[in-house]
């Protein structure tokens, strides 16, 4: 289709939606893991991304290895969340964000889809800024210059996209070898102590500096937009639905994750040692920029072939990561709020609302903040984490939609866990750098916005942490109630003896009264009603008899005689003022068995305008309703 905008089909990323056909493999052999090897790599860039390296140089200078055991850990605690997200899409069909559409309120699913949109937003500003960074180390050009060039790499992706799906993998795991390769040199030639490194996986107690700089690794590391990724990702294969086709493609589907992310953790790991072993041994703990940790690595490594692998590594890192935020950005709006945006159009918007605090931070404070607001943006995606995950543990948990694919007790033990530490320690960082916001005179703006924000977060998270368990209660309690299903063996239908007809005097009156006929025998007598509610009405009552109480009659009387000429018993009933009360009343004063309505189909305020007339007046009779859309 050539139009922008349109409503997305059901089909997650639908132009490559079961686009690689694992059923025709063989049953057994390297071909048939293959086919399922892909996915995940495509999530893994996004968890060695230019955000990564900032956290992980800060982390490795300022820190030495002691924090290579938060790499561990997130990278694990990543490994469970791909996977438990990998298995929603597999059994369930559905995206994590399609998930949430069909489970929470239409505001909080707006709320979880801004959300989304700032997490991809944020990992799209430390693309552009580690591409615009790798350009300026490689080539000098100008860092306010590369973060315009990287507008262009939406051609690339698009490029990319027309070949399929299978060749926009395979360019990726390209892009990850020359990363990983380019690390692998870089750690040769740093020649790290082994005995110090293995003592940096050992967990220990973290420092206020350690905490925020811990946090925004496991932000770098474990991504809430990839976990939307990954869910539609895995439905690029048409899987065999039934029990065994499940289970091959959960089993292979993990394979791909563990391989992939290990590849992540190694390349995010080599950058923390990197900067340990060259920075903070030598005293150089204050690096806290990528400009001078390329700088510092020749003198120190006495290569020049170390700060080229650097940027090079860093372009490819800036570029892959760009198309998982596309992917994502397509993924959370089709499924939250169900339009969808040409791709190209998509990726144009993403990358410019990154673009904007990017060029606004350059031209304001020049090139030595880029790095504080990379660390920031992985904080920001660490903050936004719980929106993502705790809704993912509850898809997973729950047997009525997954059903023997529900994960297990333990397991669900342990993701709760992580979730809990995660959240924990998003909390922990969240107060105490607000405490130092509160504790400083002034700013009274900022503490009042601070404030207000606290509290929609909250009850954000706990409305997406409990509403799921409420409504999975009340349907395991109305399940309960309703017991075993009956047999049907008599069907008694009371027949319609008076039937009132709310009118409009619309064009559509012919078809509410041709409805009303077919629920009505010879022997129905039909009740034809319309308000009046005109200025006299208001202050006369029945006792009105302006020109338009004497139209609206006639014109029920001249309804009334050719149903009449029909062969149907037809009476009038004019109500006045208040059109809800004066229906109900008419309906009760004629003991009508049925009330015919027309509803209009209004969108947005009109629904309450109107619709309410309907809804209002259902609730306070005690006959059905037979509502028209007209």
């Avoid at 990287?150 to 395979?170: H, M, P, S, Y």
């Avoid at 935020?325 to 945006?341: C, D, F, K, L, P």
């Avoid at 006369?540 to 609206?552: H, I, L, V, Y």
């Amino acid at each position: 289709m050539n139009k922008l905008i349109q409503h997305s089909s059901e089909a997650s990323l639908s132009e490559v939606h079961e686009t690689v056909d694992t059923t025709k493999q063989p049953k057994k052999g390297w071909r048939r893991i293959l086919a399922y090897i892909g996915p995940a790599y495509l999530v893994s860039v996004g968890y060695m991304d230019p955000g990564n390296w900032a956290t992980d140089l800060q982390g490795g200078a300022q820190f030495g290895y002691s924090l290579i055991w938060v790499l561990l850990m997130s990278n694990l605690m990543a490994l469970l969340l791909q996977s438990l997200s990998a298995r929603l899409g597999i059994v369930r069909r559905r995206d994590l964000a399609q998930a949430n559409r069909e489970v929470y309120p239409k505001f909080i699913n707006f709320s979880l889809y801004v959300l989304a949109e700032i997490a991809i937003a944020a990992c799209d500003l430390a693309e552009i800024l580690g591409m615009a960074l790798g350009i300026n180390l490689l080539t000098g050009l100008p860092l306010i210059w590369g973060v315009c060039i990287t507008v262009f790499d939406t051609l690339i992706l698009l490029l990319l996209q027309n070949f399929g799906i299978r060749k926009l993998e395979a360019f990726i795991i390209a892009l990850v070898i020359i990363i990983g390769g380019s690390f692998l040199i870089e750690i040769l030639l740093a020649k790290p102590v082994l005995s110090d490194v293995v003592k940096g996986f050992v967990p220990h107690h973290l420092s206020s500096g350690a905490l925020y700089i811990a946090v925004g690794i496991i932000g770098a590391t474990v991504m809430p937009h990839n976990l939307y990724l990954h869910s539609a990702l895995v439905q690029t294969r048409k899987i065999s639905t039934d029990e065994e086709g499940l289970k091959r493609a959960i089993k292979y589907n993990n394979i791909d994750s563990a391989v992939a992310l290990n590849a992540a953790f190694f390349v995010n790991a080599a950058i923390l040692v990197l900067a340990a072993s060259v920075f903070f041994t030598t005293g150089n703990t204050d690096v806290a920029k990528i400009e001078d940790a390329h700088r510092l690595l020749e003198p120190l490594l006495g290569s020049k072939l170390a700060p080229l692998l650097f940027a090079i590594a860093l372009i490819a890192a800036g570029q892959s990561s760009t198309i998982t935020g596309t992917y994502a950005g397509q993924i959370v709006m089709e499924g939250y709020i169900n339009i969808r945006i040409n791709p190209w159009l998509r990726r144009l918007l993403t990358r410019l609302l990154a673009i904007i605090p990017a060029v606004f931070t350059i031209l304001v404070y020049g090139d030595t903040r880029i790095d504080a607001l990379l660390i920031l943006s992985q904080v920001v995606l660490s903050v936004q984490l719980g929106f993502a995950m705790v809704p993912l543990i509850h898809f997973v948990s729950d047997k009525a939609t997954m059903g023997k694919f529900a994960i297990s007790l333990p397991l669900k033990f342990i993701s709760w866990l992580v979730a809990i530490i995660l959240i924990y320690l998003n909390v922990k960082m969240v107060v105490e750098q607000a405490a130092e916001l509160y504790a400083e005179p002034g700013n009274l703006v900022w503490k009042i916005i601070v404030a207000i924000a606290a509290i929609f977060f909250t009850w954000l998270f706990l409305t997406t942490t409990f509403l799921p368990l409420i409504v999975r209660h009340r349907m395991h309690k109305i399940f309960k109630m309703h017991g075993e299903i009956p047999q049907l063996q008599t069907l008694p239908v009371k027949e319609n003896n008076r039937i009132a007809i709310a009118l409009d005097f619309s064009s559509k009156d012919e078809k509410l009264i041709s409805y009303a006929l077919a629920q009505g025998n010879e022997n129905t007598e039909y009740i034809l009603i319309h308000i009046v509610e005109s200025v006299s009405s208001i202050f006369s009552g029945k006792m009105s008899d302006d020109d338009e109480t004497r139209r609206d009659q006639e014109r029920l009387n001249k309804y009334a005689e050719q149903l009449t000429q029909m062969g149907h018993n037809a009476i009038t009933a004019l109500g006045f003022n208040h059109r809800k009360r004066a229906i109900v009343k008419i309906v009760e004063e004629h003991n009508a068995d049925l009330l015919v309505m027309g509803a209009h189909q209004h969108r947005g305020i009109k629904d309450y305008l109107f619709g309410e007339t309907i809804e209002t007046v259902r609730h306070r009779v005690k006959i059905p309703v037979l509502v028209v859309n007209m």
